[in-house]
């Protein structure tokens, strides 16, 4: 009969940033500064012994929205082989099927995925890379956590070196301000601090027209920026074809999209150079393998965005070497670290994704509900939620 899944356990955990940070929407009045990453995990246990760990977030709202959704859908995975995951993704996709197929609904669904695909690879005794067929060990990375906009430009110049002591392969600072002259300031004066051989990315957060942005393209071609991200709304895909016609600059955008179609869109387009797909945003594994391979079908870079504990093995795994976000927000959260050295960032050799819940992250949990396999015939199962 083979194994099958007997626990599902999920926790909505509120994770405190150092220093809240502040990137073009807040500058220009959209959004509050982000203090904490709200985290969805899901931690499923078998039959024969074996656990997966997975995990979703927001940045701001939302969370609560996913913490429910797979509330009401995760009894459809008990008594199930945890091995047919595409199976599963299905039959949870068709549980929720009338609040459609992204956003909040498949948001919830990435933590259960991620889970399953942790645990496939555990039962195989492989890091989750090599179960999927990684191309490398390690994979270049580049910091954007010490780049924001509420930090002073001598801050942010000495983060990026440091950073680069600590064995960073690149630096990604944030731009869109309302003066974009100051933009070009901050900039200049970062790739001065670095050097012309340094990797250099900047990302405006969708904060300019496509006027705007073609202009400071333009303005920047000769520093030889790695990429330009999001420099026109998420949803604009004709605009980055436009801007990715027009520039010599690559351009690269994608993290906001929470659909397949929306990605797939960009790829049809040629709209991106580097596509940035991210993992909890587009539902999980499962949806997230169906685009990278379009995108390789397409000669595409994929640099996914964010959760580098997830997309270290992603990126390994994907046919052309690309760069992986270091941003270190959800660290607390984990008992491990990710290996840096030489401007790379190592796959972890252990089974699965290589985490597992710090002893700490109770103090940030807001939340949790366990449901589980019913004991005997005929009886029903039902949450155990607690609250903490």
Sequence with gaps: MGDRIESVRFGHYAVPLAQAVSDAKVATGRQRPLSQIDVLTCEITTRDGLAGLGFSYTTRAGCRAQFAHAKEVAGNLLGQDPSDIGRLYDVLLWAGASVGRSGVATQALAAVDVALWDMKAKRAGLPLAKLLGAYRDSVRTYNTSGGYLQAPIEEVKARATRSLEEGIGGIKIKVGQPDTREDLRRLAAVREQLGDDVPLMVDANQQWDRVTALRFGRAVEDLGLVWIEEPLDAYDAEGHAQLAAALDTPIATGEMLAGVPELVRLIDLRAVDYLQPDVPRVGGITPYLKVVALADHAHLQVAPHFVMEIHVHLAAAY??????????????????????????????????????????????????????????????????????
């Design 319 to 388: 046919p052309r070497e690309s760069w992986v976000e270091h941003i270190e927000w959800l660290s607390p959260l984990f008992e491990e670290r990710l290996e840096i050295e030489g401007g790379r960032m190592r796959v972890p050799d252990r089974p699965g994704l290589g985490l597992s819940l710090a002893a700490r992250a109770a103090a940030w949990r807001l939340d949790t509900a366990e449901y589980r396999a019913p004991a005997a015939r005929g009886s029903s199962s039902a949450p155990s939620p607690g609250r903490l």
